[in-house]
T-cell receptor
Framework: GAVVSQHPSWVICKSGTSVKIECRSL??????MFWYRQFPKQSLMLMAT?????????EQGVEKDKFLINHASLTLSTLTVTSAHPEDSSFYIC????????????FGSGTQLSVL | SQQGEEDPQALSIQEGENATMNCSYK?????LQWYRQNSGRGLVHLIL?????REKHSGRLRVTLDTSKKSSSLLITASRAADTASYFC??????????FGAGTRLFVKA
């Protein structure tokens, strides 16, 4: 199956710093990637849809200036949590589809962010 | 945003028993998918059922879909300890987004 690589797996940072999370499709091109956020023992909440070569589409309630998404190539999307605060601590997961339409999603292994 | 509810929230069974999880959703869908997540990891796709299908099988998995009731069920037969994980239903909606349900945490005791 297709492989999505997410890096780093975990990160600890001080409040006020920015953190970048990378999501790469290793063996396929992904015109669209999706970023989710997950709190402990809860479901995945869609944050934004990342589109290669254009601006990301953010879900209602997600601050686009807080969570910067860049999809500069067909194999890489990045999520930057700017000026992180303890309430941003969460598990962030990216996903991508092979091709377009309604095919299944392939997920990265997730990034656990802890903001002190 | 979340699409719907899953039932039960948690399920504990003995190895060899069957596990049934239910999912309800709110809006019209193109398809419904089930995913599995081991603790602290990404999700793995299990099965996809399209809105015009009523039942689908994959190995020990059986999925049903009732679009009139906006509900789906996932049955895992002859469960194993390795099936211990969280299971999420997810619906394909407009804009090709996939929205996840609340999830069921399954614990299979050896």
């Amino acid at each position: 199956g297709a492989v999505v690589s997410q890096h780093p797996s975990w990160v600890i940072c001080k409040s006020g710093t920015s953190v970048k999370i990378e999501c790469r499709s290793l063996d396929f091109q992904a015109t669209t990637m999706f970023w989710y956020r997950q709190f402990p023992k809860q479901s995945l909440m869609l944050m934004a849809t990342s589109n290669e070569g254009s601006k990301a589409t953010y879900e209602q309630g997600v601050e686009k200036d807080k969570f910067l998404i860049n999809h500069a190539s067909l194999t890489l999307s990045t999520l930057t949590v700017t000026s992180a605060h303890p309430e941003d601590s969460s598990f962030y997961i990216c996903s991508a589809r092979v091709g377009t339409g309604w095919e299944k999603l392939f997920f990265g292994s997730g990034t656990q962010l802890s903001v002190l | 945003s979340q699409q719907g509810e899953e039932d039960p929230q948690a399920l504990s069974i003995q190895e060899g028993e069957n596990a049934t999880m239910n999912c309800s959703y709110k809006t019209s869908i193109n398809n419904l998918q089930w995913y599995r997540q081991n603790s602290g990891r990404g999700l793995v796709h299990l099965i996809l059922i399209r809105s015009n299908e009523r039942e689908k099988h994959s190995g020990r998995l059986r999925v049903t879909l009732d679009t009139s009731k906006k509900s789906s069920s996932l049955l895992i037969t002859a469960s194993r300890a390795a099936d211990t994980a969280s299971y999420f239903c997810a619906t394909g909606t407009g804009g090709f987004k996939t929205i996840f349900g609340a999830g069921t945490r399954l614990f299979v005791k050896a």
